[in-house]
């Protein structure tokens, strides 16, 4: 994979979300319904049972809207571009969806629940051998982010649009948080509960933002000069 290259759990690299796309080109006006969503997308769809096909159809409005979320931005993306480009009706497309809102946050479920499995991880490395464990990580939390990034990227963008996921954002950072806090503390990390929290989200933020500057904007390091740095500045952080 070149440095460059954003994949969001395949979608934006399927040869069919990008020919839908390129259907889609000129702004329409957003029809798009206002309801009431939680942290949970509330839409039927995502708590009733989906057939093969209406199930395929899902996954297919997700991967074109993702594609155009990257292609033209969120706030510029309408719900009749994406129903569009997906060749589906607008009644097809709210029989899936209630808003584009809702397909970032269903999208966005497998993405937190992965990055919180890799903040649990962190608890397991062994103390007496930090530093080579944490590299290790953090080469595994890159490959995440090679995976997932063009996601957290566009949410940032969308959030800025849209309080709900504003607050949804700060809920499942403040909970991913919390989990790397406690993997601190199983590694012997003796602070209080607010000092192990802000290091988490310093941590946390650290990765993702360099890894925006190195992989995204591509800063002239070599991954062994990342990894070795990285792994020895947070070891150092959470030691202090």
């Known amino acids: 994979m070149s440095q460059s290259s954003i994949n969001i759990k395949g979608m934006t690299l ?13 702004p329409a006006k957003d029809g798009e319904r206002t309801v009431k969503t939680g942290a949970v997308p509330s839409h039927r769809s995502a708590r009733a049972p989906l057939r093969s096909r209406a199930l395929k159809t899902k996954k297919h409005l ?8 990257l292609q033209r931005g969120y706030v510029a993306t309408t719900i009749e571009n994406i129903a569009d480009a997906a060749e589906v009706s ?27 499995k890799l903040f649990e991880e962190f608890g397991t490395l062994d103390q ?5 464990g944490t590299r290790a ?6 490959k995440f982010l090679e995976q997932n990034g063009g996601y957290l990227l566009m949410w940032q963008q969308a959030a800025l649009q849209e309080p709900e996921l504003r607050q949804s954002g700060m809920r499942g950072s403040l909970k991913g948080a919390k989990i790397l ?18 290091r988490s989200i310093a941590i946390m933020s650290l ?20 990894l070795d740095n990285l792994s020895t500045m947070i070891v150092a952080s959470i030691r202090d």
Do not use: N
């Not at 584009?100 to 999208?107: D, F, L, P, S, Y």
């Open 128 to 132: 007496d051998d930090l530093v080579p």
């Open 181 to 198: 806090a406690k993997s601190l503390r199983d590694l012997g990390i003796a602070k209080s509960e607010d000092d192990l929290l802000i």
């Open 137 to 142: 990580w953090v080469a595994k939390y890159f």
């Open 90 to 116: 607008r009644a097809s497309f709210y029989t899936y969806f209630s808003s584009k809102r809702e397909i970032m946050m269903v999208a966005g479920h497998d993405c937190r629940i992965a990055s919180w």
């Open 62 to 69: 997700i991967e074109t809207a993702m594609t155009l979320f």
């Open 14 to 26: 399927t040869s069919a979300a990008r020919k839908a796309a390129r259907k889609s080109e000129a």
């Open 207 to 226: 990765l993702d933002r360099f890894w925006y500057h190195w992989w995204i904007v591509k800063a002239p390091f070599t991954r062994k000069q990342v």
